[in-house]
C-alpha cells in the first residue's frame, strides 16, 4: 500500500505561480512512477506529467510544457509539481498517483494509488 497526500494548492491569478507537493508513505519502493492529473468541472481527468523514481525521467503533457516541471526527492519520498504561468485554464484539482508497474505513464487507469487531490484555482 501507497499513501499520498497533495499539498501547495490554493488561488492565484493569471501568470502566477504555485508548487505542488506530494507526499508518498507506505510501500513506496515498490512503485516505479509518481504522476500528476487534474480534473476540471465536466471534465475528465487529464494526464500533467510523470516522473519515475529511478531515472527521473520525466512525461509532459503538452498543455503544460515549457510552464509545469516535475521533479522528485527520493530521500523524502515526495514529488513537485512547479507551476509557472498559470492560466486560467489550469484550474482543477489536481491529484497525484503512483504507478507500480513501468509504462503506460499517460493512462490514469495505469495508476494503483491515489492521493486525495488539492483545488488550483486561477483567476484572470
Known amino acids: 500500500q501507497v499513501q499520498l497526500v497533495e499539498s501547495g494548492g490554493g488561488l492565484v491569478q493569471a501568470g502566477g505561480s504555485l508548487r505542488l507537493s506530494c507526499a508518498a508513505s507506505?510501500?513506496?519502493?515498490?512503485?516505479?512512477?509518481m504522476g500528476w492529473f487534474r480534473q476540471a468541472p465536466g471534465k475528465e481527468r487529464e494526464f500533467v506529467g510523470a516522473?519515475?523514481?529511478?531515472?527521473?525521467?520525466?512525461y509532459n503533457a503538452d498543455s503544460v510544457k515549457g510552464r509545469f516541471t516535475i521533479s522528485r526527492d527520493n530521500a523524502k519520498n515526495t514529488v513537485y509539481l512547479q507551476m509557472n504561468s498559470l492560466k486560467p485554464e489550469d484550474t482543477a484539482v489536481y491529484y497525484c498517483?503512483?504507478?507500480?508497474?513501468?509504462?503506460?505513464?499517460?493512462?490514469?487507469?495505469?495508476?494503483?494509488?491515489w492521493g486525495q487531490g488539492t483545488q488550483v484555482t486561477v483567476s484572470s
Open positions: 498517483a503512483a504507478k507500480i508497474f513501468r509504462g503506460n505513464y499517460y493512462r490514469d487507469s495505469e495508476y494503483d494509488y
Open positions: 507506505g510501500s513506496t519502493s515498490s512503485s516505479d512512477a
Open positions: 516522473i519515475r523514481w529511478t531515472n527521473e525521467v520525466t
